[in-house]
């Protein structure tokens, strides 16, 4: 299984911040890579997918970027309605994959 | 609108059996396959398997094989998840979810909590 490592695990910022969630995969994934976002009680909701397109309906303070085993996901200026957990998911291979999450706290 | 509603939530013993299921709306049903996700509490996602519903060819996670079965009816749009013996360890929320290009979810359910006790 390709294994999706996270960091940070929890994070906590202000309003306006510019906030990084990185994701490392066990190997070479190219651009297979997607970032969701989960509120507490709520179904996960696609943000970024193959690394860097935004999903239609997403705010474009969001942003993906990377390829092979790095990526990242930006908020250029966090709002309060961010709050939320964030992970990322490989597809690679079929056998999906997902990291552990980033829960993000407004300070 | 694409929708997928799940069903609700459960209260199981071991060894009972049980079948949750997931309705899509919005789209055309038989052209996006369905994918299942466990959430364990206070763990992450893992994927559990995939359904074509124009088919039912399904493909499952080495995890979950001969555990869980994935099947379809594609007369009412709903694609189902089920245990003939559960487990206190089947303790979770379980997600369906619409894939896109046959490969990664996009569209998810709002989960079904299923707890298992005795």
């Known amino acids: 299984d390709i294994q999706m490592i996270q960091s940070p695990s929890s994070l906590s910022a202000s309003v306006g911040d510019r906030v990084t969630i990185t994701c490392r995969a066990s190997q070479d994934i190219s651009n297979y890579l997607n970032w969701y976002q989960q509120k507490p009680g709520k179904a996960p909701k696609l943000l970024i997918y193959?690394?860097?397109n935004l999903e239609t309906g997403v705010p474009s303070r969001f942003s993906g970027s990377g390829s092979g085993t790095d990526f990242t996901l930006t908020i250029s200026s966090l709002q309060p309605e961010d709050i939320a957990t964030y992970f990322c998911?490989?597809?690679?291979?079929?056998?999906?994959?997902f990291g552990q999450g980033t829960r993000l706290e407004i300070k | 609108e694409v929708q997928l509603v799940q069903s609700g939530a459960e209260v199981k013993k071991p060894g009972e059996s049980l079948r949750i299921s997931c309705k899509g709306s919005g789209y055309s049903f038989t052209s996006n396959w369905i994918s299942w996700m466990r959430q364990m509490p206070g763990k992450g996602l893992e994927w559990m398997g995939r359904i074509d519903p124009s088919d039912s060819y399904t493909n499952y996670s080495p995890s979950f094989q001969g555990h869980v079965t994935i099947s379809v009816d594609k007369s009412i749009n709903t694609a189902y998840l089920q245990w003939s013996s559960l487990k206190a360890s089947d303790t979770a929320i379980y997600y369906c979810a619409r894939q896109r290009r046959a490969i990664f979810p996009d569209y998810w359910g709002q989960g079904t909590l299923v707890t298992v006790s005795s």
């Open positions: 193959d690394a860097s």
């Open positions: 998911q490989q597809y690679d291979n079929l056998l999906l994959t």
